[in-house]
Every structure is written in structure tokens, then in C-alpha cells.
């Protein structure tokens, strides 16, 4: 299988006035083509960062180090030229919250045509209108609502035309930031639908990135746990979410109580306190501070991502103890 | 893959009624206004203390029967209903009165004048505009910058001066001249006396005579653009809508000026409509240090004597000035942001 994402070691530190911020610190991704990985961590931990590395959108305050290959090419050292080519036509965006993500005072057409026209050239534009209206009828929407404004159209049907703007130079890779996170469940479950239909329809690769384990478990092949910029557990979707040997991956994996659990459903377990500030990580294990399994020694080191039987791996020294 | 979702979108000709609506609302709006600026304009100087035949008098007149016959002359004799639908039939008739200072019509006195006002203010408004638009998109795209901060710190001087006060430098400076060097300009008026006006020689004699006060409005108004340009240009900046932009591959400069530019003029746009709009406030100060003869000086003049009707006069034309810049302004929002039609 070919690898279209590769992120070896990579990390991202923000220049703020009050000294460098650590958003990312040393993570390893691999996406190949057909298969969806799920990225999941609270608020803050680094998952959108390193969705923004992915095409060099990260802020100019922004230092990377590491390596970032999209199809087999390197992003951080490509010229503009060679970028800006490779934006949405080798790899595209999801990005979360529609409403925002869309350019209030252009219709729907407009914008998905403009990424059409930027990669493009010598596409006539009834070929053009065609292949909008193709690209809103592939993601559930009806080819006239090209004509629409972003705020006539409702939170389902905006993800949708997100979507659908994302497909529309035929990337080889999707990444999709918190693409449900304004919908409610309904809606959720149709985008993840669509989502995982058109990676089989496709066979493109694609990134999801989401606060919410259960969204994951039910689309993803492999799932990687972040946090505080590290990746902390990793394995199949299935295993990370019904087997979590992390106790932060347990953490999350409580917090969304599973139907047909009522002990879950009666008692949804939470996390105290809040993810640390990046620019004063504690020494040791960076989740020790809200660990219920902490002892002296996770004080000690941060501990590596030890590798488990099959392609699982978890960063806690404590893995397999009672 | 899911079900097509039903949702019928809306047909043109909705769609088109929504912007016809939109239009009549903001029409009916300003007909609304223009019609209490019309009643208000009435009563404001019906309730001014003192008698106006008195005030109007100054003492020119020494017996009650002069007095009186002055009254009737503009018919104060009458009941105040009366004189209102006098006020208001004549208004609507184009007739506004006659000047107490030059004897005649104040119509005809303020459409004289009121192409001049409007070429003095149109001009810098559009210049300062333009300018300052410039100026403020700069700004933010080099926010914190060497020229971002000399061009804040130089227009909020420019705006902090008091504009009559900037006229008069100028006059000082390019008009009387300074030291060794000439004056280059006209230190007022509109025409040279010795110029048809309606040759080309004379539009460019106008033009070299209206140079000082056009700049000087124009340093005066660049503030209030380049400001507001930069501030909402620094608010597109931040949006979610741009990171997309870039995403999709498009280069800087089309980001720049495809989305963030375009968004950002929509409040500088309703701005400019409405400071279009105070064409004879923005004048009085400046055609009295110019001297030249537009709305303003006339207003300016008819308070010092005080010459009642065309006082009313400048005063209903100005205000008639705001509520159809007002109008304006709106319906092209209305145009440039298809979310306000909704």
C-alpha cells in the first residue's frame, strides 16, 4: 500500500510573547490509500495543529521540525509553487464548523469552482457548473443548491458542501478536522456515513480528527490518541475503543456513555482538571497530574510509546499491571 | 452513500422578491424619515425663542404697523396649522421661500450652490476613499510594521486637527508661501475674475482653486477610511473562511483580494455613503476659510443675519442629503451582502 501521509517525528512550537509553545511534540502518523485514521484528544492537545502541518497552513509564529510527505513529497522544505499545487488537488481539508469555513458572500458555486479553476486550466465553464453540480449530488445534495448562500443552507448541508468543495480536484488524500462537531447526532452519523462511503468509493486515504473516541471507533481502521502534543496509545479502531490501555484513553473512552450499558449510561466516568499548559509540561508522564493509576515512578521520565502485541502501543509505564 | 436530501432550493423569482422587498422596506424607511425632517424642520423654527418678525427685524422696524405688515408679508399673521400646510404645500412645490438677504428665491439660491458643494466634498470624499482604503489595507496586511504604524499615527493627527485650522496651514503654506518660496495656489474663491468659467480654461482654474480645499478635506476624511478599513480588514484576516482560501491552493495576493479585501469594504462602504451624506456640514467650515461660494458658506452667512428661509432651506436639503445617502448606502449592502436580504 502506498503511504500518502507520512509524518515521522514531527513537532510544532508556536512563538508566543511569552516564549516558544509546544503544540506537537514528536508524533508519527501514516495514512495509505483506502484507509481512514482517526486522531482523537480533548481540546488543545495538538490534533489541529498537526491537520494544519499537513499542507503548511500552520501560522508564520510556527517552527516544524520532522518530516511531513504528502504523496511521497515533502511539504515543509517544497517551494510555493510546488505547494500550492499540491493544496487540495494532492490533499484536502474538511475543516470544522462550516458556517465559518465558507466564504459568507459567495455562492456555494463560487467556491467550490474556485478550487477547480485554480488547479485546473482550459475547463470550460458549463463543464465546469456540470461537475459542482456532480460533486453537491455525490455528497446528498441537490445540483440547484449551487446557487445558494452558506447561510440559507443548514449545519448538515453546509458540512456536505465542505465536503464536497474537498472532493472536488480528486485528491488522493482527505483530512477532516472535527468534521461533525457543530452537528447534532442525526446529522453526525449521515456525514460519517458519507465520510466512510466515499473512502470505499474512492479508495482515497483519509485523517479524521475528533474530541469524540465513539465517532472514531465507528469509522476508523486505526486510531491515535493524543495528548499534550504527544501520541499516547494507538491500535485499531475497535481494540483502542473497547480495550483502552492508556488511562487517559480510558478516560475518554468513559466519558461517552455506550448504549446497552446502563452501569456506563448511570455513572458516564469524567476527567478531572485540564490538559497542562504546553509551555509548563510537568516532568514525567505529562498526564500524570490527573492520573488515577499515578504512582512515584511516572514522575520520573516521560514515558515512550511502548509497542504492545500486534500494532497497538501505548506511552505508560504502567501497561499491563493490575 | 446517503439519500439525496429533499430540500426544494428556492426559486429565482423568490429570491428576487426578497431583494424587492428588502428595496421597498428600505424605500418606505427613508420616505418615513424625509417626512419627519419635514414636520421637524417646521416646529424647530416655530419654538425658537422670541418673536421671529422681532428677530428677523433687528430692530429695523420702529412701529407696530411695520412689524405687522412685515408678518403678513410671510404670512406669521396666520394660524400656526395654517401656516404648516402652507409650509408644507410649498415645500413640495419646490418653493422654499425667498432669501431676506438677496431677495430672491432660496431654491434657486441653493441649487446655484449646491453643485459647487457637491464637487468640493464629492471629490475629497472620493479621493480620501480611495486613499485611505489603500492606506488601511496596507496597513493591516503589514500589521505592526514600519508603514503601518506611521500611516495610524500620521491620518489620527490628520483626523485630531480641527479642519479649518488645517486650511488655513495650508494657506499659509501653499497659498501665501513661505520664505523664498511662492505661493502656488488661489488663497480662495472658485474662479479667477478673469476666466469663462464654462471654458476649459476655466474648469482648470476652478480645479487650481478648489486644490487647497479638496486636500484639506481629503487629509481631513483619510482617517475615518484607512481606520475602518484596517480594523475590518484585521477581522476578515482572523476568519476561518481565509485558512480555506489558502487551503485550496489559491496564492496569497487572490486571497487577499478575492475574499478578505472584498468582505472587508462592506462597512467601509456603508461609511462612505453616509459621510457622503453630511456634504454641507463638512462644508461650512472649510468654503468659509476657502471663501468659496457653496451650500455651506451659504449657511454659514444666513446664521449671521440670521436669513430665516434659508436657513430652512440648507437645513432640509442637508438632511435630505443624509437619509438619501442613508438609503443608498443601504441598498448597495444590500447588493454587496446577500445575507442582509434575508
Request: charged share 15%.
Amino acid at each position: 500500500m502506498t503511504e500518502l501521509l507520512a509524518l515521522r517525528d514531527v513537532s510544532v512550537s508556536y512563538g508566543t510573547l511569552d516564549g516558544p509553545l509546544p503544540a506537537v511534540r514528536g508524533v508519527d502518523v501514516v495514512v495509505h490509500a483506502g484507509e481512514v485514521v482517526g486522531v482523537a484528544g480533548e481540546s488543545g492537545c495538538g490534533k489541529s495543529t498537526l491537520a494544519s502541518t499537513v499542507l503548511r497552513l500552520q501560522p508564520k509564529s510556527a517552527t516544524v521540525s520532522g518530516t511531513v510527505e504528502v504523496l511521497g513529497a515533502d511539504v515543509l522544505t517544497m517551494g510555493w509553487g510546488d505547494l500550492r499545487a499540491l493544496r487540495w488537488a494532492g490533499a484536502s481539508i474538511v475543516f470544522q464548523g462550516a458556517l465559518h469555513s465558507l466564504n459568507p458572500v459567495h455562492r456555494v458555486e463560487r467556491q467550490i469552482d474556485e478550487a477547480i479553476r485554480v488547479h485546473e486550466s482550459g475547463v470550460s465553464d458549463d463543464a465546469i457548473e456540470e461537475r459542482v453540480g456532480a460533486l453537491l449530488e455525490q455528497v446528498g445534495l441537490p445540483p440547484a443548491r449551487m446557487r445558494a448562500y452558506p447561510h440559507q443552507l443548514s449545519g448538515g448541508q453546509r458540512q456536505r458542501v465542505m465536503i464536497a468543495m474537498a472532493l472536488a480536484c480528486r485528491p488522493s488524500l482527505i483530512i477532516a478536522d472535527e468534521p461533525t462537531t457543530a452537528l447534532d447526532v442525526m446529522v453526525q452519523a449521515q456525514i460519517l456515513d458519507l465520510l466512510s462511503g466515499l473512502v470505499k468509493d474512492l479508495g482515497v486515504g483519509m485523517m479524521i480528527i475528533s474530541h469524540d473516541l465513539s465517532v472514531l471507533a465507528d469509522v476508523c481502521d486505526r486510531v491515535l490518541v493524543m495528548y499534550a502534543g504527544r501520541i499516547v496509545e494507538s491500535g485499531s479502531a475497535q481494540q483502542v475503543f473497547s480495550d483502552p490501555q492508556h488511562p487517559y484513553t480510558r478516560a475518554l473512552s468513559g466519558a461517552f456513555p455506550r448504549i446497552g450499558d446502563p452501569a456506563a449510561r448511570y455513572a458516564p466516568t469524567g476527567l478531572a482538571g485540564d490538559p497542562p499548559d504546553p509551555r509548563e509540561l510537568p516532568t514525567g508522564c505529562s498526564f500524570a497530574p490527573r492520573c488515577p493509576r499515578v504512582v512515584d515512578r511516572c514522575r520520573e521520565a516521560e514515558p515512550p510509546l511502548l509497542q504492545l502485541e500486534g500494532e497497538r502501543a501505548a506511552a505508560c509505564i504502567r501497561v499491563g499491571e493490575p | 452513500m446517503t439519500a439525496v436530501v429533499t430540500n426544494a432550493p428556492a426559486p429565482p423569482v423568490a429570491r428576487r422578491r426578497t431583494y424587492l422587498s428588502y428595496v421597498g422596506s428600505k424605500v418606505l424607511g427613508a420616505f418615513g424619515s424625509l417626512c419627519f425632517v419635514l414636520v421637524l424642520n417646521f416646529f424647530l423654527f416655530r419654538v425658537l425663542p422670541g418673536d421671529p418678525a422681532r428677530t428677523l427685524g433687528r430692530g429695523r422696524f420702529r412701529t407696530e404697523a411695520q412689524l405687522e405688515a412685515f408678518r403678513h408679508t410671510y404670512g406669521l399673521d396666520q394660524s400656526l396649522p395654517h401656516q404648516f400646510v402652507t409650509y408644507v404645500g410649498n415645500t413640495l412645490t419646490g418653493h422654499l421661500g425667498v432669501s431676506l438677504r438677496y431677495r430672491v428665491p432660496v431654491s434657486e439660491l441653493i441649487s446655484e450652490r449646491l453643485g459647487t458643494t457637491l464637487l468640493l466634498v464629492g471629490s475629497s470624499t472620493i479621493l480620501a476613499m480611495v486613499i485611505g482604503v489603500y492606506i488601511g489595507m496596507i496597513g493591516a496586511w503589514n500589521r505592526g510594521g514600519p508603514f503601518d504604524r506611521f500611516s495610524t499615527g500620521s491620518t489620527l493627527t490628520l483626523y485630531s486637527m480641527p479642519e479649518w485650522w488645517l486650511g488655513l496651514i495650508l494657506i499659509a503654506v501653499f497659498a501665501v508661501g513661505i520664505g523664498p518660496f511662492p505661493g502656488l495656489f488661489p488663497t480662495g474663491g472658485l474662479h479667477s475674475l478673469d476666466v469663462d468659467p464654462n471654458s476649459l480654461q476655466g474648469w482648470i482654474d476652478t480645479a487650481w482653486h478648489l486644490t487647497l480645499p479638496v486636500l484639506t478635506l481629503t487629509l481631513a476624511f483619510l482617517a475615518e477610511y484607512s481606520l475602518v478599513m484596517r480594523s475590518s480588514l484585521l477581522d476578515e484576516l482572523g476568519e476561518d473562511y481565509l485558512t480555506t482560501a489558502r487551503a485550496k491552493g489559491l496564492r496569497d495576493v487572490d486571497v487577499r483580494r478575492r475574499h478578505a479585501a472584498r468582505n472587508a469594504l462592506l462597512p467601509t462602504t456603508t461609511l462612505s455613503a453616509i459621510s457622503l451624506g453630511y456634504v454641507v456640514s463638512g462644508a461650512i467650515t472649510i468654503e468659509t476659510v476657502f471663501s468659496i461660494p457653496g451650500l455651506g458658506l451659504l449657511a454659514q452667512e444666513a446664521l449671521s443675519i440670521p436669513d430665516y428661509w434659508v436657513l430652512q432651506g440648507t437645513f432640509l436639503v442637508a438632511a435630505a442629503g443624509v437619509i438619501l445617502a442613508n438609503l443608498i448606502a443601504n441598498l448597495l449592502y444590500g447588493v454587496l451582502d446577500p445575507r442582509v436580504r434575508s
